[in-house]
């Protein structure tokens, strides 16, 4: 099994400024990509930032410029710091990572994982 687990969420003012990680574990034999995505209550889940195992980096024009999304391959992690935040960034973010996975002899190609969500409140 693959696990992705979310920290650095939080309450923060807007203006503010939080750094979110995401650590990939399991049987992983093969990264692609990971990504943060979020969702609020009256939206449906949107994606923030992705960086592929290249380096390769995308951000969503609402973020742009704000957020900043950075990678260790060999650690499994993913980062977003998130700096002068608004109170419409408030949303449970969700760490996203597409995996090769090897469990025994059972080899699986572009797995897409979740993790759990992390909290952050924006408050203006």
């Known amino acids: 099994q693959v696990q992705l687990v979310e920290s650095g969420g939080g309450l923060v003012q807007a203006g503010g400024s939080l750094r979110l990680s995401c650590a990939a574990s399991g049987s992983i034999v093969g990264l692609y990509s990971m990504s943060w995505h979020r969702q609020s209550p009256d939206k449906q889940r949107e994606l923030v930032a992705s960086?592929?195992?290249?380096?390769?980096?995308h951000y969503s024009d609402y973020v742009q410029g704000r957020f900043t999304i950075s990678s260790d391959n060999a650690q499994r992690t993913v980062y977003l710091q998130m700096n002068d935040l608004k109170p419409d960034d408030t949303a449970v973010y969700y760490c996203?990572?597409?995996?090769?996975?090897?469990?025994?002899?059972?080899?699986?190609?572009?797995?897409?994982?979740w993790g759990q969500g992390t909290l952050v409140t924006v408050s203006s």
């Open positions: 960086v592929t195992n290249t380096g390769d980096t």
């Open positions: 996203n990572a597409e995996v090769d996975t090897l469990e025994g002899s059972l080899f699986s190609r572009n797995v897409e994982v």
